[in-house]
């Protein structure tokens, strides 16, 4: 079993910035391809980046050169650095552990998902 905790959402004004934790607890995540999600009212829950076991990452286009998505082994802990946020980026963000080492875009790819964390970004 991994449990996985998300923080560091809120309320931001457009061109801030934001750095999300998502820490794992019950199993080491940095052999694991790792992910974060998000999902708007209304919206389907969407792709925004994921890492692999190698480090190699992957960006949804949308937040390409915005968004960076890092692990700390030593911590059991991948994060998310937002920058030049958008209002169209405010969302519940969410953690995910993928079945597989690989980066992947694919929800049903994910077996562990963190509860989620709201980031607001205002016009």
């Given at each position: 079993?991994?449990?996985?905790v998300e923080s560091g959402?809120?309320?931001?004004?457009?061109?801030?910035?934001l750095r999300l934790s998502?820490?794992?607890?019950?199993?080491?995540?940095?052999?694991?391809?790792?992910?974060?999600?998000?999902?708007?009212?209304?919206?389907?829950?969407?792709?925004?980046?994921?890492?692999?076991?190698?480090?190699?990452?992957?960006?949804?286009?949308?937040?390409?050169?915005?968004?960076?998505?890092?692990?700390?082994?030593?911590?059991?802990?991948?994060?998310?650095?937002?920058?030049?946020?958008?209002?169209?980026?405010?969302?519940?963000?969410?953690?995910?552990?993928?079945?597989?080492?690989?980066?992947?875009?694919?929800?049903r790819d994910y077996d562990?998902?963190?509860?989620?964390?709201?980031?607001?970004?205002?016009?």
């Amino acid at each position: 079993q991994v449990q996985l905790v998300e923080s560091g959402g809120g309320l931001v004004q457009a061109g801030g910035s934001l750095r999300l934790s998502c820490a794992a607890s019950g199993r080491t995540v940095s052999t694991s391809g790792m992910g974060w999600f998000r999902q708007a009212p209304g919206k389907e829950r969407e792709f925004v980046a994921a890492l692999d076991w190698s480090e190699i990452t992957r960006y949804a286009d949308s937040v390409k050169g915005r968004f960076t998505i890092s692990r700390d082994n030593a911590k059991n802990t991948v994060y998310l650095q937002m920058n030049s946020l958008k209002p169209e980026d405010t969302a519940v963000y969410y953690c995910a552990k993928s079945r597989v080492p690989r980066a992947t875009v694919v929800p049903r790819d994910y077996d562990y998902w963190g509860q989620g964390t709201q980031v607001t970004v205002s016009s």
